[in-house]
């Protein structure tokens, strides 16, 4: 994957500091909710995001996994 940085920005004056893509108002959260929702990565550039493209997609999952991926956890059970 080249920079994240080329795809995710956290700006704290642009959408709360909320991680978008860049150059866009694009929250990353909404588009993993899509693809959570199963929706294709076509239906996400054709309907909802047609400024993004597969590198964003591939950038927000690797965001997400590396926010996860040193963390412990409880069980929730």
């Keep these: 994957m080249k920079k994240l940085s080329n795809y995710i920005t956290a700006n704290p004056n642009i959408c ?3 991680p ?6 694009i929250m ?4 993993l909710e899509l693809l959570e929702a199963g929706t294709s990565p ?16 591939e950038a927000a999952l690797h965001y997400a996994a590396e926010l996860v991926k040193d ?3 409880l ?3």
Excluded: M, N, W
């Excluded at 978008?20 to 108002?25: E, L, N, P, S, Y």
């Excluded at 990353?28 to 588009?31: A, G, M, S, T």
């Design 75 to 77: 069980s929730l059970t």
């Design 20 to 25: 978008c893509f860049a150059g866009t108002r």
């Design 28 to 31: 990353v959260y909404l588009v």
């Design 16 to 18: 709360h500091g909320q």
């Design 71 to 73: 963390e412990q956890y």
């Design 42 to 57: 076509e239906e996400i550039f054709k309907d909802y995001y047609p400024k993004l493209t597969k590198k964003h997609l």
